[in-house]
């Protein structure tokens, strides 16, 4: 696939094609031949003037796509290597390939704002607006790792932000359900993953700490901001047998934490990682 890229960003425009070359093409031609005769005797100005313009606009484009494709591999490779470097910490030698494949196809790049899409693909969190983040990449591989969905999945996750950890569930075959409580955040993550191609994404504006009790049972909840204490309201929503993941403690000393319910209805906690997120917003506290 990077070879495919690869061979569209070295694409050039017609203009740097020669004549002579043009003309070896036969009477059959290019489309780039033609212009280059219409340039060759005057013809046309105006019309290929617009014509170059738009072919330099799509090599342009290519160019980008095929730079982010290789942003994104080396990303996928950089949280990898850190998963081998944390794996006395959280006993995971490797990421699920599934997971892996999945980061390396979501054009995160478009889930960040454009002032900010030449570091799209930094281990690092970034802004989004409105006091919220987009978590770095090694954190959301190793959530969507803990987690472990598998194809047809309902998963819940709070806090939708820009939709990216939503894509990540869909290219892993999920069903997601998610909810954001701010209305400026929620609008366009939900217009994004259409327009995308995530449509199996249903997000609603509101406070996720009860819930979206219409389609649970879920077999994985996702809450991506930090509380000192597990919400009973999605722990009932929680099938027996699933996962719920949250940053778990109190501000100065988080953990990344899985939830497993049996099917007894009993839990098991498992600390990962120390983790710094922000605090979850609405919700009751006790």
Known sequence: MLV??????RHVGCGHMS??????????????AVLLLAVSFGLGGLSLAGARA???????????EARYAVERLAMV???AALAARTSSETGIAEFDQRVLHAMNKVPRHLFVPDPLRSLAYHNSPLPLGHGQNISQPFIIALMTHLM????????????TGAGYQAAIFIELGAQVYSVEIIAALAEPAAERLVRLGYGKVSVKRGDGYDGWPDHAPYDGI???EALDH?????????????RLVLPLGPQEGQHLTVIEKHLDGSITKIQMLPVRFSAFQGGRRT
């Open 4 to 9: 495919f890229l690869g061979v569209l960003g």
């Open 19 to 32: 004549l002579l070359r043009i003309w070896m093409l036969g009477s059959a031609g290019s489309f780039c």
């Open 54 to 64: 738009e072919g330099e606009l799509a090599a342009e484009e290519q160019s980008a």
């Open 77 to 79: 490779q950089v949280i």
């Open 148 to 159: 472990a969905p598998e194809p047809g999945d309902v998963i819940y996750e709070t806090g």
């Open 222 to 224: 996702l809450i991506k």
């Open 230 to 242: 597990v919400p009973k309201p999605l722990l009932d929503q929680l099938k027996p047998g699933g």
